[in-house]
């Protein structure tokens, strides 16, 4: 009798074992990219992060420091991609590049970000090409705001780094992880978690978990707050960082895949605080919301940046606008605008190529914005 039992116990057992390596996810990921990739391990972390919720990833990578997509078009990464196979293939682009003026990017960064994802999907049909969205750094790029003033603070060089990846991603048909987003959510509402190491660019522990936890959502389109792995960090700062991904990410999860992919998770309707309205894909359209200084509720936001002929000036809520100035570099006022309502366009036309300061004022506060003339 107790054989019986124990037989039937260890059946059930075995059953359950079944049942759960069925359920459980395997997905083969190639990272592409540099040292912001390296730094803490990165594919191994999303590794860990998978496996506390019962997925798995097989991975492999190639970081060599400082690594740039022309780089990468002639070395070893695609030799890897042409191996076919991958569920997913992420790419990253030098920390800085895709932030410096346009002309220089789109000689320099966008063509060779077409080669690779037109690489992923011709060796891996059913595969996706997944851009790595970085951050700006920690007191902006100064050295190169020298020529380019708008990366001189980190929003600046952050701005500029959403609006290029989004306009790969768009082109090229690529889907995106928001690192950057998340980055940027983490540093308005929880500035005591440091996401950044000693040197002002690369990711603290924290950093790339919140990195990590941002690629388990995006190639599992699940949601982090799942997860139970953490680094050598703090429980309540791994919750906090878990529940930004959250928001940023998962919550809006359709916008940051490729327009072709079919997903399940299609819910568009929630409000996101974080980056560009859902409604917009053109990328002719992209812009960036900023929070209203003094309103973190209110978010101003001006599209497209760059610009040609003109900009729009859009606020969210119940923010009223009254007035535009833009100001060029050296703070001469080069343009005035009355605004009475919540959306205007502010034409450009006749001004110089460059860098300048778009000052919006409302009834509840004031925001100085770089804007970007082509």
Same mark, same amino acid.
């Given at each position: 009798?107790?054989?019986?039992?124990?037989? &039937?116990?260890?059946? &059930?057992?075995?059953?359950?074992?079944?049942?759960?390596?069925?359920?459980?996810?395997?997905? #083969?990921?190639?990272?592409?990219?540099?040292?912001?990739? =390296?730094?803490? *391990?990165? !594919?191994?972390?999303?590794?860990?992060?998978?496996?506390?919720?019962?997925?798995?990833?097989?991975?492999?990578?190639?970081? !060599?420091?400082?690594?740039?997509?022309?780089?990468?078009?002639? @070395?070893?990464?695609?030799?890897?991609?042409?191996?076919?196979?991958?569920?997913?293939?992420?790419?990253?682009?030098?920390?800085?590049?895709?932030?410096?003026?346009?002309?220089?990017?789109?000689?320099?960064?966008?063509?060779?970000?077409?080669?690779?994802?037109?690489?992923?999907?011709?060796? @891996?049909?059913?595969?996706?090409?997944?851009?790595?969205?970085?951050?700006?750094?920690?007191?902006? *790029?100064?050295?190169?705001?020298?020529?380019?003033?708008?990366?001189?603070?980190?929003?600046?060089?952050?701005?500029?780094?959403?609006?290029?990846?989004?306009?790969?991603?768009?082109?090229?048909?690529?889907?995106?992880?928001?690192?950057?987003?998340? +980055?940027?959510?983490?540093?308005?509402?929880?500035?005591?978690?440091?996401?950044?190491?000693?040197?002002?660019?690369? !990711?603290?522990?924290?950093?790339?978990?919140?990195? =990590?936890?941002?690629?388990?959502?995006?190639?599992?389109?699940?949601?982090?707050?799942?997860?139970?792995?953490? !680094?050598?960090?703090?429980?309540?700062?791994?919750?906090?960082?878990?529940?930004?991904?959250?928001?940023?990410?998962?919550?809006?999860?359709?916008? +940051?895949?490729?327009?072709?992919?079919?997903?399940?998770?299609?819910? /568009?309707?929630? /409000?996101?605080?974080?980056?560009?309205?859902?409604?917009?894909?053109?990328?002719?359209?992209?812009?960036?919301?900023?929070?209203? @200084?003094?309103?973190?509720?209110?978010?101003?936001?001006?599209?497209?940046?760059?610009?040609?002929?003109?900009? =729009?000036?859009?606020?969210?809520?119940?923010? #009223?606008?009254? *007035?535009?100035?833009?100001?060029?570099?050296?703070?001469?006022?080069?343009?005035?605008?009355?605004?009475?309502? /919540?959306?205007?366009?502010?034409?450009?036309?006749?001004?110089?190529?460059?860098?300048?300061?778009?000052?919006?004022?409302?009834?509840?506060?004031?925001?100085?914005?770089?804007?970007?003339?082509?």
């Amino acid at each position: 009798m107790k054989n019986s039992k124990l037989i &039937l116990v260890l059946s &059930l057992c075995l059953i359950v074992c079944q049942i759960a390596r069925a359920q459980e996810e395997t997905k #083969k990921v190639l990272f592409i990219g540099n040292s912001y990739t =390296a730094v803490n *391990d990165l !594919p191994n972390m999303v590794q860990q992060v998978a496996a506390s919720v019962g997925d798995r990833i097989d991975y492999q990578s190639n970081t !060599p420091g400082g690594c740039t997509f022309q780089q990468h078009c002639g @070395n070893q990464s695609m030799t890897l991609i042409r191996q076919g196979n991958w569920d997913v293939v992420v790419l990253q682009e030098q920390s800085q590049l895709p932030s410096f003026p346009q002309g220089q990017v789109e000689q320099e960064c966008f063509p060779y970000a077409e080669q690779l994802i037109n690489a992923v999907y011709e060796a @891996n049909p059913n595969g996706e090409a997944m851009l790595y969205m970085t951050w700006g750094r920690e007191n902006g *790029d100064r050295d190169n705001a020298q020529d380019f003033p708008v990366l001189g603070t980190y929003e600046g060089m952050d701005s500029m780094l959403y609006e290029r990846y989004m306009y790969m991603a768009r082109t090229y048909d690529a889907s995106v992880c928001p690192v950057g987003r998340v +980055w940027r959510y983490l540093r308005t509402n929880h500035q005591d978690i440091q996401l950044y190491n000693g040197d002002g660019s690369h !990711p603290s522990v924290a950093g790339t978990y919140a990195a =990590a936890c941002a690629f388990y959502t995006m190639i599992f389109h699940r949601s982090p707050l799942q997860i139970t792995y953490f !680094p050598q960090i703090e429980e309540r700062q791994a919750r906090v960082i878990r529940e930004a991904v959250q928001t940023v990410v998962f919550d809006t999860l359709s916008f +940051w895949l490729r327009q072709q992919q079919d997903t399940t998770h299609t819910d /568009t309707t929630q /409000t996101d605080t974080t980056h560009t309205d859902t409604t917009h894909t053109d990328t002719t359209t992209l812009g960036i919301h900023w929070p209203l @200084n003094g309103d973190t509720e209110t978010l101003i936001r001006v599209y497209p940046n760059p610009a040609t002929s003109y900009t =729009a000036i859009q606020t969210s809520g119940t923010a #009223k606008l009254s *007035d535009a100035t833009l100001c060029d570099t050296k703070g001469r006022r080069i343009r005035h605008h009355r605004i009475d309502g /919540t959306k205007t366009s502010l034409p450009l036309e006749g001004l110089p190529a460059g860098i300048y300061t778009l000052t919006v004022r409302t009834d509840k506060g004031i925001r100085s914005i770089p804007l970007v003339k082509q």
